[in-house]
């Protein structure tokens, strides 16, 4: 394998003006922050929509300006701000950005103009969809699948422009996940440094490589749609558009096929799901294991899920379409490789949890975020099972029982890993520590607010609550105490969104008046503590590569002093600090 | 393409041309190969896609082949005349690219020029085909099988257009007089895109002069009828 392409000692000429350091800067530091920021920015949106959505759920007629139109609006925005332009842009163009050259030992990434344009392109498809809030007819309110024909097709919301906004910003998306998905593959396949194979890498890297290899293969799937969807929509094309007789008059489209758009959508709709859950398994298995002082438990097998996982969420789509009909075997198919994933699934969060056991656990703001997480992804990933099997989804398909099965699995358990990841990596970033109170606070609002949220609507899903509806007055299957039950969700919902400004006052206060943190706060051994600076100047590690010489997870070793060996430390270095423990053990006080 | 062109330093690195060793120019050039490969996976998986689409599309009764006696593709003389350039382009850049590994600067400059100047000469031989299918009454929107048509040589004429930009970039770098030794890397890097490009064309050329048949065939193969 090849280490260290990048250069040894290459003479660097730091970048001095404001522009070229903090705007149009090639450092993967910086593009790692300008992403995060954008997709946290974004994602408040979403949260405001959600919050909107909640109070007409909860207290129906109480927002003036909320029609059916515009419910269905919030609603579509919500979801696909999240899943896309929050969670994909911020595990892959922020945590991928900063750790993986961090990481592997690297000065940046192989291509950083190209990681550079990758921003800049996300950051033109945020404008792009933000701007379909002000055309005439406002934002697409065709749910986030987009399903044809009713997505271009008059009488939706926002079939106008907002469709075509949203179709053009996801492609220019795409377009940006490519960039920089080609240089976190490269990065990690080309430039590690001296002595880090594959198998010494940190499942943090684990997971986002094996995560942009997905949004690689997958989001070609989205763009396909996305193009082909444009051509019905501005050329006439029947693609997906079937004959059909809207508002009275027959179209000029025939014979497509809005199950292949389907199929397309959900061949990148589902490996999404692990774009988003592949680097939070990694992530949060570095967490687990730095604040419970162990080693991750059996890391091999670690890999190998991750790896499986990626090669079986390619073959598992069409368990989103139970409900869109389909050939008997198809779904004995897709149902039996939907099971599957469960074991690879099943076998990290069992390795998480005896790396927990007997460990040295230190209940730090990261890792209750971290234990948080492997509760809820259980949660999420059993109800999966359910939903999994074809005669159990079709009663609970539409149903309220989806949506908390993938609001915990893919929306509250990820979220959970990029709070505690950011607590755990921002002394790195800043050279400071958050507020340890606010951030415990931050922590159990949100972790039991979400599930005051999510929990109760397993309940209103058996009870046959239908999503997608605006309104639910008049249907006798629903009982009054089905909106009670609405109205608390609401409440919870509200205070857990209102909640976020603590995370968000700390981020940005503790940037200036955090107590510095010094360059490994936590006793980590993988290489991003190990940096001569903190946070680490451009080029990351002064003169000289570090050279690795062991794997990331040396923490509790027995026989020396400190806790954790870093990866750094060589067979020789660590058999003196052995004799020095032996040492002082042999002439200290007993 | 831009991806494995740009491998060059960023604006904090060194960019003096003549002060990189050759071991790490050579380092340089294997990850920009290596990059360029990845991006060729998500072109495969992306033209993959919309085969797979154009497949199961074309089982829908509404399909009107192009290849009848009165439809625009029933002698696709133009697309093997299309054809030809793309070769050559191909053959010219082996050439540069061969030449470069010799040492032989003025044979990979005329390598070079001729691989740009034919990849130019069949985008322009695709838009008059495309020119001839809306003369014909074939619009894009005329039936499936045109506007798979379009879609189809659209977008591989983008991705060649895309390669062009960088043929261009490295044509500058000609001009400038870098060391052979690193336009050669990129000369390379050029020479495995068009090839690949190349292979995709043979590969849609195939698909789109086939018969309904054809179709019907390879779909009831893959399970999509």
Not at chain 1, 500 to 510: I, M, T, V
Not at chain 2, 80 to 87: D, E, G, M, P, R
Request: net charge neutral.
């Amino acid at each position: 394998m090849a280490y260290a392409e990048q250069a040894e000692a290459e003479l660097l000429h730091e970048p001095n003006s404001f522009l070229t350091k903090y705007i149009w800067s090639q450092d993967h530091k910086v593009i790692a922050i300008q992403y995060s920021l954008t997709a946290i920015f974004v994602g408040l949106i979403a949260l405001v929509l959600s919050g909107l959505m909640r109070m007409q759920l909860g207290f129906p007629g109480s927002l003036a300006f909320m029609d059916a139109s515009t419910y269905y609006q919030a609603m579509t925005m919500h979801g696909m701000i999240m899943v896309i332009y929050l969670l994909t842009a911020l595990f892959l163009g922020g945590f991928g950005n900063y750790l993986i050259p961090l990481m592997v030992g690297a000065r940046d990434m192989v291509f950083p103009y190209v990681n550079m344009l990758s921003y800049w392109f996300y950051l033109l498809s945020v404008i792009v969809l933000l701007a379909s809030f002000f055309v005439p007819g406002g934002p697409t309110g065709a749910g986030w699948t987009l399903y044809p024909p009713q997505s271009i097709t008059p009488g939706s919301p926002g079939t106008e422009w907002g469709i075509v906004l949203m179709l053009v910003s996801l492609a220019i998306f795409i377009v940006a996940a490519t960039m920089g998905g080609l240089n976190y593959v490269t990065t990690v396949l080309q430039a590690r440094t001296h002595g880090m194979t594959l198998m010494r890498m940190p499942l943090s890297v684990w997971g986002i490589f094996m995560a942009s290899i997905l949004a690689l293969l997958a989001f070609p799937a989205l763009f396909v749609s996305a193009v082909m969807m444009l051509f019905d929509k501005l050329l006439g094309t029947s693609f997906f558009m079937p004959a059909i007789i809207s508002l009275g008059q027959q179209l000029d489209h025939q014979g497509g096929s809005p199950i292949l758009f389907q199929h397309l959508f959900w061949f990148f709709g589902h490996p999404e799901v692990y774009i988003v859950a592949l680097p939070a398994f990694g992530l949060v298995s570095d967490l687990i294991s730095t604040h419970a002082r162990k080693n991750i438990f059996g890391y091999r097998m670690m890999v190998w899920a991750i790896v499986a996982i990626g090669v079986l969420s390619f073959v598992v789509w069409a368990h989103h379409m139970y409900v869109s009909g389909m050939n008997p075997y198809f779904g004995f198919f897709f149902a039996t490789t939907t099971l599957i994933i469960a074991v690879p699934t099943a076998l990290k969060v069992y390795n998480w949890v005896l790396t927990l056991w007997r460990g040295d656990i230190h209940l730090t703001v990261p890792m209750l975020f971290a234990l948080a997480f492997i509760v809820t992804f259980l949660v999420g990933g059993l109800t999966g099972l359910f939903l999994g099997n074809v005669i159990v989804d079709i009663p609970l398909s539409d149903t309220y029982f989806v949506v908390a099965h993938f609001h915990m699995v893919m929306g509250v358990a990820p979220i959970l890993v990029v709070f505690g990841a950011i607590y755990h990596w921002y002394p790195k970033i800043t050279g400071r520590m958050m507020n340890d109170r606010l951030g415990k606070l931050h922590f159990w609002i949100t972790f039991l607010g979400t599930y005051a949220i999510y929990f109760p609507m397993h309940y209103l899903g058996f009870l046959g609550m239908p999503r997608r509806y605006y309104a639910y007055e008049n249907y006798d299957f629903i009982p009054q105490s089905a909106q009670d039950l609405n109205a608390f969700i609401t409440v919870a919902a509200l205070t857990v969104g209102v909640s976020q400004l603590l995370f968000l006052f700390n981020l940005f206060w503790s940037a200036v008046n955090g107590k510095p943190a010094g360059g490994n706060p936590w006793g980590g051994v993988s290489l991003e503590w190990q940096t001569p600076n903190t946070p680490p100047h451009h080029g990351n590690w002064g003169a000289k590569l570090p050279v690795v010489h062991r794997w990331a997870y040396d923490y509790s070793v027995p026989g020396i002093e400190q806790d954790f060996v870093p990866q750094t430390v060589s067979d020789e270095e660590l058999e003196q600090l052995r004799q020095r423990a032996s040492a002082s053990k042999v002439g200290g006080p007993s | 393409m831009k991806g494995a062109d740009s491998f060059e330093p960023g604006n904090g690195w060194s960019d003096g041309a003549n002060s990189i060793p050759p071991a790490e120019l050579a380092a340089r050039a294997r990850t920009a190969r290596v990059g360029l490969r990845v991006f060729l996976l998500v072109v495969s998986s992306l033209f993959f896609l919309f085969l797979v689409a154009f497949l199961i599309r074309s089982q829908v009764a509404d399909w009107q082949p192009l290849t009848e006696p009165l439809a625009p593709l029933a002698s696709p003389w133009q697309l093997w005349l299309n054809t030809l350039w793309l070769v050559l382009g191909s053959i010219a850049l082996q050439w540069a690219r061969m030449a470069a590994r010799r040492g032989l600067l003025g044979a990979t400059q005329i390598g070079f020029a001729l691989g740009g100047v034919f990849a130019l000469a069949f985008v322009l031989g695709q838009l008059w085909v495309w020119q001839q299918f809306v003369a014909w009454g074939y619009g894009v929107s005329s039936n499936p099988a045109s506007s798979f048509f379009f879609l189809l040589t659209g977008l591989h004429g983008l991705h060649l257009l895309g390669g062009l930009v960088a043929w261009s970039r490295t044509a500058i770098k000609f001009r400038r007089q870098v060391p052979l030794v690193q336009l050669g890397a990129s000369v390379e890097l050029c020479t495995i895109y068009w090839h690949y490009l190349l292979g995709l064309w043979l590969l849609l050329f195939a698909l789109l002069t086939s018969t309904p048949e054809t179709y019907a065939a390879i779909a009831a193969l893959c399970g999509l009828r």
